[in-house]
């Protein structure tokens, strides 16, 4: 089981200790050969970022329709942000109605709601649908594509570039066409999985638009024929060979695999079945904690109540490998000092689980209940007995 566990103050962890639980986990993959016909493949895990299994994971490649998981990324931000709303209506422009390869055959001028437009990215990779919310969301697919490749950039995907919001051949004499790795691919459908809304577009199988007149069919066949898969994106092009950037979850576990380039659409979908099965297959499932589990009772300073209670405010699973379990440190860090008032939901510090310098998985603490600030008669009193407590004992 976890070690025992030991208290830290945030404002007091050595910048030694700072560096081994903060760091972006490095590439590790496992002495594991799974003789993959596609070029390309890299097998994580959501919750720590471990790789797991590596092929040619930091070769540069077209993405295809892979493009769109940062196309969806931006557009989760959005909501999140309040600067979009899933009910707002998007009229389309001239340029979405007459975008080519997978669409939903849009109409210049045609309303659409923003979360249908999101279901038909999501499911079936609808190109028109993509410059449409990019229109939208920042007037132009150029100032788009900006935000795509600065959020590319502040995710660290040196090996990233966009120049379309759909991932299509742009076929002109520039010669630019989007590029990534499998391993950037990786990073960025973990981040995705930062907005887990967006799995109830990505795992579903059938849907309509157009009050039924326009059948949706998920060209992820593996939200339909594996166990727990629920995302994340296909993509296929001559140039980009056939790809796909799959995740599931069972037992509370959850991991992606990415495949890029393959020969054919049944083995991108096998090699993806293949990279979860051995992850879920090598791995157990570990409760660090669970949502709500009372962790401590914290003391506040200038509140109606001395102290606060911290509980965990998600609940926390780690995948270990079988075999590992006493490796394992959880650690709990929290705030130095907590003042009133403190509101419900409010952070108070954090758990961390670490394998020797690598850290498996977090998840914040906050506080139970409200706690109200004092008046300043009541603080005064409050100083005054601890005064008098501590003279009395000596202490």
Same mark, same amino acid.
């Given at each position: 089981?976890?070690?025992?566990?030991?208290?830290?103050?945030?404002?007091?962890?050595?910048?030694?200790?700072?560096?081994?639980?903060?760091?972006?986990?490095?590439?590790?993959?496992?002495?594991?050969?799974?003789?993959?016909?596609?070029?390309?493949?890299?097998?994580?895990?959501?919750?720590?970022?471990?790789?797991?299994?590596?092929?040619?994971?930091?070769?540069?490649?077209?993405?295809?329709?892979?493009?769109?998981?940062?196309?969806?990324?931006?557009?989760?931000?959005?909501?999140?942000?309040?600067?979009?709303?899933?009910?707002?209506?998007?009229?389309?422009?001239?340029?979405?109605?007459?975008?080519?390869?997978?669409?939903?055959?849009?109409?210049?001028?045609?309303?659409?709601?923003?979360?249908?437009?999101?279901?038909?990215?999501?499911?079936?990779?609808?190109?028109?649908?993509?410059?449409?919310?990019?229109?939208?969301?920042?007037?132009?697919?150029?100032?788009?594509?900006?935000?795509?490749?600065?959020?590319?950039?502040?995710?660290?995907?040196?090996?990233?570039?966009?120049?379309?919001?759909?991932?299509?051949?742009?076929?002109?004499?520039?010669?630019?066409?989007?590029?990534?790795?499998?391993?950037?691919?990786?990073?960025?459908?973990?981040?995705?999985?930062?907005?887990?809304?967006?799995?109830?577009?990505?795992?579903?199988?059938?849907?309509?638009?157009?009050?039924?007149?326009?059948?949706?069919?998920?060209?992820?066949?593996?939200?339909?024929?594996?166990?727990?898969?629920?995302?994340?994106?296909?993509?296929?092009?001559?140039?980009?060979?056939?790809?796909?950037?799959?995740?599931?979850?069972?037992?509370?576990?959850?991991?992606?695999?990415?495949?890029?380039?393959?020969?054919?659409?049944?083995?991108?979908?096998?090699?993806?079945?293949?990279?979860?099965?051995?992850?879920?297959?090598?791995?157990?499932?570990?409760?660090?904690? @669970?949502? %709500? =589990? !009372?962790?401590?009772?914290?003391?506040?300073?200038?509140? /109606?109540?001395?102290?606060?209670?911290? +509980?965990? $405010?998600?609940?926390?699973?780690?995948?270990?490998?079988?075999?590992?379990?006493?490796?394992?440190?959880?650690?709990?860090?929290?705030?130095?000092?907590?003042?009133?008032?403190?509101?419900?939901?409010?952070?108070?510090?954090?758990?961390?689980?670490?394998?020797?310098?690598? @850290?498996? %998985? =977090? !998840?914040?603490?906050?506080?139970?209940?409200?706690?109200? /600030?004092?008046?300043?008669?009541?603080? +005064?009193? $409050?100083?005054?007995?601890?005064?008098?407590?501590?003279?009395?004992?000596?202490?």
């Amino acid at each position: 089981m976890v070690k025992s566990i030991k208290k830290y103050k945030l404002l007091v962890i050595s910048s030694l200790l700072i560096t081994l639980l903060f760091c972006s986990v490095t590439i590790r993959a496992q002495e594991v050969d799974f003789e993959l016909e596609s070029k390309s493949a890299v097998l994580m895990g959501v919750e720590s970022g471990r790789v797991i299994y590596q092929k040619n994971s930091a070769e540069k490649l077209p993405p295809a329709s892979i493009t769109k998981i940062m196309t969806m990324l931006l557009v989760m931000e959005a909501l999140d942000e309040g600067r979009a709303n899933l009910d707002d209506t998007i009229m389309v422009s001239e340029d979405a109605a007459n975008m080519g390869g997978s669409q939903i055959w849009l109409e210049e001028g045609e309303k659409m709601k923003l979360e249908n437009l999101l279901k038909a990215v999501a499911i079936v990779s609808a190109n028109d649908a993509c410059l449409a919310l990019a229109e939208y969301l920042y007037g132009t697919e150029e100032g788009f594509l900006e935000k795509m490749n600065q959020k590319a950039k502040s995710l660290g995907l040196e090996n990233t570039k966009f120049y379309n919001t759909n991932g299509l051949p742009i076929n002109d004499q520039t010669g630019k066409e989007n590029y990534t790795t499998a391993y950037d691919v990786a990073i960025m459908t973990r981040e995705l999985l930062k907005h887990p809304q967006i799995l109830e577009y990505t795992s579903v199988w059938t849907d309509h638009l157009r009050d039924g007149e326009s059948f949706l069919r998920n060209t992820n066949e593996l939200v339909r024929f594996y166990d727990g898969a629920d995302g994340m994106k296909t993509g296929y092009t001559n140039q980009a060979g056939f790809c796909l950037a799959a995740t599931a979850k069972r037992n509370g576990m959850r991991f992606i695999s990415v495949i890029m380039k393959a020969p054919n659409s049944k083995t991108r979908f096998n090699e993806s079945k293949q990279l979860l099965s051995y992850a879920f297959n090598v791995h157990k499932s570990l409760t660090i904690t @669970k949502a %709500g =589990e !009372v962790i401590d009772e914290l003391e506040v300073f200038k509140g /109606k109540k001395d102290t606060v209670t911290a +509980i965990s $405010k998600n609940e926390l699973i780690i995948p270990v490998l079988k075999g590992e379990e006493e490796q394992l440190t959880k650690r709990i860090l929290l705030d130095q000092e907590l003042v009133a008032p403190i509101k419900s939901g409010a952070k108070l510090g954090k758990i961390i689980v670490v394998k020797n310098e690598e @850290k498996l %998985g =977090e !998840v914040n603490l906050v506080a139970k209940e409200d706690i109200e /600030k004092d008046s300043i008669f009541g603080i +005064i009193l $409050k100083i005054f007995s601890s005064f008098i407590t501590k003279f009395v004992t000596g202490g």
